[in-house]
């Protein structure tokens, strides 16, 4: 196999979902194609390396001359009161579109799960207790799932917390009926943070 080929393919592999033979479908799919998709794509990710940036402070995803983030960190309209962790930026898109929160938020960048190898030392733990620590927040609410990594993160967190006097809330997780959070939609994502259980 072409080594150029090869090298696409396995850079495919490292997408989460995109097993071994979806990348290779994607990889020839991109050679023979006649209406300039690999070019868009190239454009698009150059795009996103140049001008995607993390914010500094929450973690979300924001732009490289908007950091700390305008539309959260930085916005005084919201209430600073309640802070909510959650595991990536596709949640808070998901929760913004509900239009049923306020407050700020924390991306972990993931959950513990040590089958995955991934540790707290992986996570964005240490710059939750920075914003923590200092600051006005009253609540802290969990929107992470019903899984084992989800229980296992929250777990660890909630008793690290728990010492700061802070109150600690987490998600209507029945409103889930068991779905990964995912999959859920906006509205029912939001419902779950209204229904919000004190822990």
Do not use: W
Request: charge should be negative.
């Amino acid at each position: 196999m072409n080594i150029i080929i090869e090298n696409l393919i396995a850079a495919l592999n490292r997408l989460p979902g995109l097993g071994r033979r979806t990348s290779e479908r994607i990889a020839y799919m991109l050679v023979q194609d006649k209406f300039g998709t690999a070019k868009v794509l190239i454009k698009a990710l150059q795009k996103l390396n140049e001008d995607v940036s993390i914010c500094s402070t929450c973690g979300l995803i924001t732009s490289e001359d908007n950091n700390p983030c305008e539309y959260i960190c930085n916005n005084q309209k919201r209430d600073l009161s309640k802070l909510c962790i959650i595991e990536s930026s596709e949640e808070f898109f998901k929760i913004e579109l509900s239009k049923m929160y306020d407050g700020i938020y924390h991306v972990l960048n993931g959950k513990i799960s040590p089958i995955s190898g991934i540790s707290i030392n992986d996570l964005r733990i240490k710059e939750l207790f920075d914003r923590i620590y200092p600051s006005d927040i009253k609540e802290i609410i969990f929107c992470l799932g019903d899984d084992v990594e989800s229980a296992a993160t929250v777990s660890y967190l909630k008793e690290k917390i728990k010492p700061l006097g802070k109150l600690i809330s987490c998600i209507d997780l029945s409103v889930l009926d068991g779905a990964p959070i995912e999959y859920l939609e906006a509205k029912t994502l939001g419902k779950a943070i209204v229904q919000r259980n004190e822990m």
